[in-house]
């Protein structure tokens, strides 16, 4: 499994943002669906070794991320796209994820053929050049998402990715989603249900720190049938069900 966690929690003063995940995750696409404060951005900082847990275990691609050494060579192979990503506005998109690909230590020779490729992936292949403090936030998102799939990562989180980008976009995303999902475990958080009917074979659903369903997009909407669950979308009516039924 690239992801084990058992009993991850996490704290912030009296908040548990993360309170018990015990989630197995191999290749392939997972969805990360939840209320607002549900705590799907923290445990993906986790994932992401950008937070420590306050308790529980958590390996990465057969890893102990809590080990320096062992976090060095995850963070090799982990690509992240944070909800809020800090770009330097003088920088072109190239000179951008060229940064990211020596952060995370892409061999020399092959780092300008990699930030090519991640660039065009994500379609920005025109705007190579371009300074950052001319793009629109959708365009930004996407070299958001290049930075994270230039070292074609084994383990990839993403936070809210489609947030922004427009319908065009999100479909050519998905399709990027998809095709990543062949060979690296990829988590991506959502509000749009859209996205995991599309582009996931797996969903979690958390809620107040747990997850409280992990099952295939189709049994999702199965739990929506028969039920007063409101939405517009069978996925929709299985979330609002699901959700329903933690909280009675
Ligand atoms: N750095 C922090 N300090 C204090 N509280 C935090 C911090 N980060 C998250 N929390 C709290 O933890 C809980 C879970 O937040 P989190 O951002 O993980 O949820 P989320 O599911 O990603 O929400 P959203 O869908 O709104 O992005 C919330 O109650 C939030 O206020």
Known sequence: ????????????????AVAGVTLDAGPGVLGL???NGAGKT?????????????SGR??????DPG?????????????YVPQNLGFYPGFTVV????YFALLKELPPAQVHRAVAAAVERVGLGDQAKAKLRTLSGGMLRRVGIAQAIVNEPE?????EPTAGLDPAQRVAFRSLLRDLGRRATVIVSTHLVEDVG???????????????????????????????????????????????????
């Open 1 to 16: 499994m690239n992801i084990a966690t058992t009993d991850l929690t996490r704290r912030f003063g009296r908040t548990t």
């Open 33 to 35: 669906l939840g209320p």
């Open 42 to 54: 923290s445990l993906l900082r986790m994932l992401a070794t950008v937070i420590p847990p306050s």
């Open 58 to 63: 958590i390996r990465l691609l057969g890893r």
């Open 67 to 79: 080990a320096y050494r062992q976090r060095r060579q995850v963070r090799r192979r982990l690509g």
């Open 95 to 98: 000179e951008f994820v060229e």
């Open 155 to 159: 383990l990839l989180l993403l936070d």
């Open 198 to 248: 599309a582009a996931c074979a797996r969903v979690a659903l958390m809620d107040q720190g747990k997850i409280v369903f992990h099952g295939t997009p189709d049994e999702l909407a199965a739990r929506g049938i028969g039920t007063t669950a409101v939405g517009d979308a069978p996925l929709e009516r299985g979330y609002s069900a699901v959700l329903a039924a933690a909280n009675s």
